[in-house]
């Protein structure tokens, strides 16, 4: 470690080959498989080489996501049922925008990277004969999913700790990415490493201290940027770096892509799979929780098909616009966003059964459809009441919110339809490499989603892009080596970051950072969020503009300690915002309709329901279809300061699979000569 000293600041100065900035499950993996491919290939200590870098290790949506069996999805294991990377790979892209190399990517390595977590601790079930078992997810054609319970992604983060920690490989924590650090332009850019506002020493003051870690290799693994929203089941604090990632060049893509699901507001938990599949009553209530109404009641014609729809939900559970006319499930989440629009509370009961008027007829197991029907019988919950049956299907579901002092036998539970993952990010090649060489970023910053994915995709995405963006580095990286950039290459920048902090603590009028979050998250959820419209997209786009404009001109107003952390995280998430807002626009002019998590409203669709009212307009709520052609094209940003909106877009059509070798023994001197790790087309 080398230190400075620049107007009264501490700089230390971090050398190493590869950078992993993110402590996630995608992170962690990254590293472990990174060590392992360095010493394979004759390093010594590669630990030294090596560092992850984390805002705070037990943070983040891998420790604090879940739902109430955490889905992992991989290719199928069932000893009746055949599967292949080809099929699995379909099934990532039949949603359309997704690139086929990524996607096979992901099937190859499915298998490979799910053992490896089973042999690292992850509880997955096996039955008798040693077959992990599964069941049908969201998506998904087949049984690929399984499940270690509510808390699978939080297993797979501290198993994979376990294994860096043993590995020796040193973890910086509290660190706050201020900014990358970069030289050259265009073709030659590198970015070279990352300044971090360093948290380790308590909250930092005014003398607070910058780490500078500078790289040959880095990886993002920050995860998404669920802050963008005020109603999200994203952990509070999720910020991601795609604001950072975006301004030091890195392409975006699909970033137009979210996906958006019922959850718990009191604790942030997806209300998925068997919270629905028992069945509970759903209702809604003032904000003291009197004037009870069974507003779903109101829009169904019987009982039995809504029961139906609300046990569906359990499997179909992310909102789907292909799914909210003929009562399908995802009419359910628009009856929720309506009540909740008009200020009203929905909750969730698992001490009642759905009610209704005497005209609906009374709710009675034995008169659900035949889905249903069998479902609970095979899985033997057949009891009375909700909390029951979920207590027989799956206790831990009901564990995890008594971890956090909420008792479903004994309380409803506060409910919204929440932003849950972003299906885009920051474009990558099939080696996971962003289109600035040397940078590769994984996990949900990764932006290798299409449309839909099966529930639990991402996890497997995290780890094969973890996976693979080790070895490309162990093995194209060259000569394994801690970087050699010399203090003048860095120090205007790291200069620029101090500007900016010092400059938000000077005492001044102005806006607080955290006004400034506020702002961002109630624009998002409010323009960009499950229900779009053309007008509000392009208001909210201009005001995000605006926004990010005046930070760059005038320093926020902010106090030392986690006010200087909010200046960082405000000026990047701004930015994040511009960029996604761009992308929404841009698809919606050139006719982009509702698809995937979102509904595009407009008075010239189809109407949907006759209950469901536009609160802008008052007249029925009307959307308009997917627009089928752009499944055929990915949207693709870059930050451009010149142009208005700040990003230049540009279509692209996805990219195909590569031909399977047609031969042994030509691959065999492909891998020996490491001809396989050419740089991959796609991403510049």
Not at 384 to 409: K, Q, S, T, V
Request: hydrophobic share 40%; glycine share 10%; proline share 6%.
């Amino acid at each position: 470690m080398e230190t400075a000293e620049i107007s009264n600041h501490v700089i230390r100065l971090h050398r190493f080959d590869t950078v992993i900035v993110g402590a996630g499950a995608a992170g962690l993996n990254c590293a472990v498989h990174l060590h392992e491919f360095l010493r394979q290939a004759g390093v010594n200590q590669p630990q030294r080489l090596i560092a992850v870098v984390a805002r705070g290790i037990e943070l983040g949506a891998s420790r604090m996501s879940g739902s109430d069996k955490q889905t992992y999805y991989k290719l199928g294991t069932r000893p009746d049922t055949p599967d292949s990377a080809a099929a699995f790979a379909a099934s990532l892209t039949a949603g359309g925008a997704c690139h086929h190399d990524l996607a096979l990517a992901e099937g190859i390595s499915s298998l490979c990277e799910f053992y490896h977590l089973s042999r690292s601790g992850v509880p997955f079930p096996r039955d008798v004969m040693g077959a992990y078992v599964g069941y049908k997810t969201d998506h998904d054609p087949g049984e690929r999913a399984t499940s270690a319970g509510p808390k699978t992604s939080r297993y797979m983060a501290q198993c994979l700790q376990r294994e860096v920690q043993a590995a020796g490989i040193p973890m910086f924590d509290g660190q706050e990415a201020a900014s990358l650090l970069v030289r050259g332009e265009g073709a030659d850019r590198r970015i070279i490493g990352v300044a971090c506002l360093d948290g380790t020493a308590g909250p930092p003051g005014r003398d607070f201290a910058i780490n500078v870690f500078l790289c040959r290799h880095l990886v993002l693994a920050a995860g998404g940027p669920g802050e963008l929203y005020e109603t999200s089941v994203y952990p509070a604090g999720q910020m991601g770096l795609h604001g950072l990632a975006l301004e030091a060049g890195l392409a975006a893509e699909n970033l137009t892509e979210w996906q958006f699901g019922l959850a718990s507001t009191l604790f942030r938990w997806n209300v998925s799979g068997t919270y629905m599949q028992v069945i509970p009553r759903i209702y809604s209530a003032t904000a003291d929780g009197s004037d009870e109404r069974e507003f779903l009641t109101e829009a169904f014609p019987t009982m039995r098909q809504l029961a139906g729809a609300i046990f569906r939900k359990g499997y179909q559970w992310p909102f789907d616009p292909q799914r909210v006319e003929n009562y399908g499930s995802s009419l359910i989440d628009l009856l929720v966003f309506n009540e909740t629009s008009c200020g009203r509370h929905v909750f969730m009961d698992f001490r009642h059964n759905p009610r209704g008027p005497s005209a609906l007829g009374p709710f009675c197991l034995a008169d659900l459809d035949t889905e249903a029907l069998g479902y609970l019988q095979a899985a033997g919950a057949m009891q009375e009441r909700p909390i029951d049956r979920l207590a027989h299907m799956n206790a831990p579901a009901i564990e995890i919110f008594a971890e956090h002092g909420i008792d479903l036998a004994r309380q409803p539970l506060p409910i919204a339809v929440c932003a849950q993952h972003n299906n885009g990010g920051l474009a990558v090649n099939a080696w996971w490499e962003s289109s600035v060489p040397g940078t590769f970023v994984i996990g949900e910053m990764a932006g290798t989603h299409g449309v839909k994915r099966p529930g639990g995709s991402a996890l497997n995405a995290g780890q094969v892009g973890g996976l693979r963006a080790a070895e490309f580095i162990a093995n194209a990286g060259g000569a394994a080596q801690a970087a050699d950039e010399p203090w003048e290459q860095i120090q205007g920048q790291v200069e620029q970051v101090l500007g900016r902090l010092d400059g938000a603590l000077a005492p001044k009028p102005g806006r607080r950072p955290g006004e400034v979050l506020a702002e961002i998250r109630q624009r998002m959820s409010a323009a960009a969020a499950h229900v779009r419209k053309e007008p509000d997209i392009r208001r909210a786009l201009d005001e995000a503009v605006a926004l990010r404009c005046r930070l760059e001109q005038k320093h926020l107003a902010a106090g030392p300690g986690e006010e200087l952390v909010q200046a960082i995280q405000a000026r990047h998430l701004a930015l994040t915002s511009v960029a996604c807002l761009k992308a929404i626009w841009e698809y919606l002019r050139q006719g982009g309709g509702s698809r995937g998590s979102y509904l595009v409203a407009s008075q010239a669709g189809r109407e949907i329901h006759p209950g469901l009212i536009d609160g802008q307009t008052g007249r029925p709520l009307r959307y308009l279809p997917e627009n089928e052609s752009l499944r055929q094209s990915i949207l693709r940003l870059r930050y451009d300061a010149a142009q208005a909106d700040l990003f230049s877009c540009q279509n692209i059509s996805p990219r195909p699979a590569p031909p399977a070798p047609t031969a042994f023994e030509p691959a065999w001197a492909d891998f020996r000569e490491k001809r396989i790790y050419s740089r991959l087309p796609g991403c510049i």
